[in-house]
């Protein structure tokens, strides 16, 4: 889905809503939408997200979601196996050593194949994705004996890893 011609469509009314005011107001109107364009198209994609979620939250046997490529957005629904009623749920998840604490939010990148199961998974336990992965990770990291992961390899090049995190967005 091509972004574009909605946001053209804001440029023009904000250029149609200055017009009265001269030429001095219509330019000022102009650097204005070429301003908020990327804020609008940001906007934009944040509400296809939300849709999506939302519809994905009403289907017993598909997902909805939205894939970036390029300057474009494309919904893509993709069908589940069999629904099957939720069973019982499981076992809560063995509690952290620190309690949970804050939540923070983590980008994972997995082979379709895979998140196709995962959902799947999720589907048939009758909870979230979010949720089965993090009781996944939870029983893996519990699991593991001697306590705690090691730490990483040092960075390629030499050095060490930095414990600050950078969040938000690129455009390209």
Known sequence: MDLTPYLEGLRADLA????????EITRAAELLSNSLEPSARLALLEALSDAAAEITT????????VRLRGR???????????FEPPAAP????????DGGGDLARL????????????????????ISVNAWLVRAVTAAVSAR????????????????????????????
């Open 16 to 23: 149609a809503a200055a017009a009265p005011g001269g030429p």
């Open 58 to 65: 009403g289907l017993n046997d598909a997902t909805v979601e």
């Open 72 to 82: 474009e957005a494309d919904l893509v629904v993709t069908q589940l196996a069999a």
């Open 90 to 97: 499981g076992p809560p998840p063995p509690p952290l050593a």
């Open 107 to 126: 980008t994972l990148r997995m082979p379709e194949a895979l998140k196709t199961h995962v959902e799947q998974s999720a589907a048939a336990e009758g």
């Open 145 to 172: 004996p001697g306590g705690p992961p090691p730490p990483p390899p040092p960075p390629p090049g030499g050095g060490v890893w930095s414990a600050k995190r950078v969040t938000g967005y690129f455009q390209a």
